[in-house]
């Protein structure tokens, strides 16, 4: 765990008394903040002192949650009050009213006055019971509300109803299901529904309801592998059930491609094991691989094997697969974005440009024994209504322009090379299929690279200057 600027808690205040001073609009949203809460607000301020805002406030107070004092607070309001929120303009007022509070030993927040609060309020993003807190440490609070809005987007309305279904189902669970295993895969099974379903509905509870009775009968829970494609490596392109998915993982089996970023996404208490397979490094066999995944299947856990890319494009899933099913193991796919896709989109151009390609072509940039691939039409390749993507080819650069040119294709095709698409030390470039050599030999063989062949991307040689740069994103410099 990393240093903590504060330290987020959830405070029950159902039913407890809570102190706010002051009239403005500032002390009209905390004061609906605490009732929001189920605590019983004394206001302390002058009936001049009440803004509309706060006139709204205690109009819409249904519950009648908020009591209204006309008048200024004393020390003995205090007493047996479990939090204090004021709104002074002077640090005098302040500091009278923080001392106060901490002799009783009640927390205090005054408004827009941080060097004076014991505890501040944060952004939150209300699917009650489900309440999430975004806190700043006061630094940002338009980036706390920013990082708000982006969550909202991603949690379904419908969490509230679901949360509320569990509550009611917490009982029966913690009642007849064992710690550990059984109890998580109730959980996860419940967490899946929320986020893929609608309200929940009388047959979904009932659903749940077998799913208990059936848990309870097995002797141990049953292992699984998910395959999940991780992406080019920027985090953010990972799908929703990618995410869901490294949550929900005891054992997580990743590749050597897969970002950092990506990985702090998983579930903190999963087991992380790289098992990464790289040309000219030393890789774990594929056969160790699979009896991994299959051990701890069998033991009981829930296996991510996580790969860079799509688990379905060069990332030998169909052996483990095979594997697995010959063993009697579920297994699960998530796909991922492919690296091609990703690097279209770095370069700003379409696959299938209608004027250039009529289809798309995914190649291994080289054979099983590390030599150019043979058991490939070539000829095919070289054709002019296609674009032409080969994965993990820098190595093999020379002896694939060499054999494209060989087969016909023209020396002047247009070539685009990425590697670490889509991460902060991504680099590109651009030129010609009679170049392909120099071009990749200028961005590096130490990391992955990815070379593109067509005519979709001549704008961006069109836009190259006369000297490409090794390790800079040409079109970007010259946009």
Not at 125 to 130: F, I, T
């Amino acid at each position: 765990m990393g240093n903590l600027a504060s330290l987020p808690v959830f405070f029950d205040l159902t039913g407890k008394r809570a102190i706010v001073v002051g009239g403005a609009n500032a002390s009209a949203w905390k004061a609906e903040l605490l009732a929001a809460a189920g605590a019983k607000v004394e206001l302390y301020a002058a009936p001049a002192e009440l803004s509309v805002e706060m006139h709204t406030v205690l109009s819409n107070d249904y519950a009648g949650s908020i009591q209204h004092r006309s008048r200024d607070w004393r020390d003995a309001e205090f007493e047996g009050a479990a939090m204090a929120v004021a709104d002074f303009e002077t640090n005098g007022e302040a500091e009278r009213f923080v001392k106060a509070a901490t002799q009783a030993g009640v927390p205090v927040n005054i408004i827009d006055k941080p060097e004076f609060c014991q505890f501040r309020f944060g952004t939150i993003v209300n699917r009650s019971p489900v309440v999430i807190g975004i806190a700043t440490d006061g630094a940002a609070p338009i980036l706390g509300q920013a990082i708000r809005r982006r969550i909202e987007t991603l949690l379904p309305h419908a969490l509230s109803d679901w949360a509320a279904l569990a509550a009611r189902l917490r009982g029966e669970v913690m009642a007849r299901l064992q710690p550990g295993p059984q109890r998580r895969a109730f959980w996860e099974k419940l967490s899946d529904m929320a986020f893929t379903r609608r309200v929940p509905n009388a047959q979904q509870e009932a659903e749940l309801h077998d799913l208990v009775e059936s848990l309870h009968h097995t002797q141990a829970a049953q292992g699984r592998v998910t395959l999940v494609g991780a992406g080019p490596g920027d985090a953010e392109l990972l799908t929703l059930k990618a995410v869901r998915a490294l949550q929900a993982a005891d054992v997580i089996l990743f590749d050597d491609l897969v970002s950092d970023e990506v990985l702090e996404l998983a579930r903190r208490e999963a087991r992380r094991m790289l098992v990464g397979k790289r040309a000219g490094r030393d890789s774990c066999r594929q056969e160790d691989i699979n009896r991994t995944m299959v051990q701890l299947a069998l033991a009981g856990k829930h296996v991510v094997r996580l790969k860079g890319g799509d688990v379905s494009v060069f990332g030998r899933s169909g052996e483990e697969i095979a594997e697995l099913k010959q063993r009697g193991i579920p297994v699960s796919i998530v796909p991922g974005i492919t690296a091609a896709s990703a690097m279209a989109a770095g370069f700003g151009v379409s696959l299938t440009h209608r004027d250039h390609a009529q289809q798309v072509r995914l190649v291994t940039g080289h054979s099983r024994k590390g030599g150019l691939p043979q058991d490939v039409d070539w000829k095919a390749l070289a054709g002019s209504n296609a674009t032409t993507i080969f994965y993990m080819g820098g190595r093999m650069a020379a002896q694939i322009s060499a054999q494209l040119q060989q087969e016909g294709m023209a020396a002047s095709t247009p070539v685009a090379i990425a590697a670490n698409i889509s991460r902060e030390d991504e680099a590109r470039n651009v030129g010609t299929l009679a170049q392909l050599p120099e071009l990749v030999a200028a961005v590096g063989l130490d990391r992955p690279i990815l070379i593109g062949v067509g005519q979709v991307f001549a704008q961006c040689l069109a836009v190259q200057p006369g000297n490409w740069q090794p390790e800079t994103d040409l079109l970007a410099k010259t946009a």
